[in-house]
């Protein structure tokens, strides 16, 4: 999965792209097919806008479904925090929505006589 950080007006703290890219990671365990991840970070300079200066909007591409989480906080990692628990519920309904229930009737299922 590649993960592509685009940052506007902002500066990120030093270790955001690590952990970013630890929690992005994780979500492979979904099994849902991404290939492409793009994290988006703005930041607001207006300082009326202080709790919600830093917003970061995460988009997902690939054969899978579009997933698009938009957060924003006092700092980027809070606001990252927010949008990955967004694209973590999606995934998590797209995944248990693709299981498969395989459902045969009892009857069709061959028995040993031996064990009657």
């Known amino acids: 999965m590649e993960i592509i950080f685009h940052l506007r007006k902002a500066t990120i703290a030093a270790d955001f792209k690590k952990i970013a890219t630890e929690k992005i990671n994780s979500l492979q365990r979904l099994h849902v097919k991404v290939d492409r991840i793009e994290v988006e970070v703005i930041h607001e300079g207006n300082p009326s806008q202080g709790k919600r200066s830093h917003t970061v909007i995460i988009t997902s591409h690939g054969a899978g479904p579009l997933l698009r989480a938009e957060a924003a906080a006092f700092n980027d990692l809070a606001a990252f925090d927010e949008a990955i628990r967004k694209v973590e519920l999606q995934l998590r309904k ?23």
Do not use: A, F, G
């Open 94 to 116: 797209r995944h248990e929505r693709s299981t498969e229930h395989k459902r045969e009737s009892v009857r069709l299922i061959p028995v040993d006589p031996d064990l009657i």
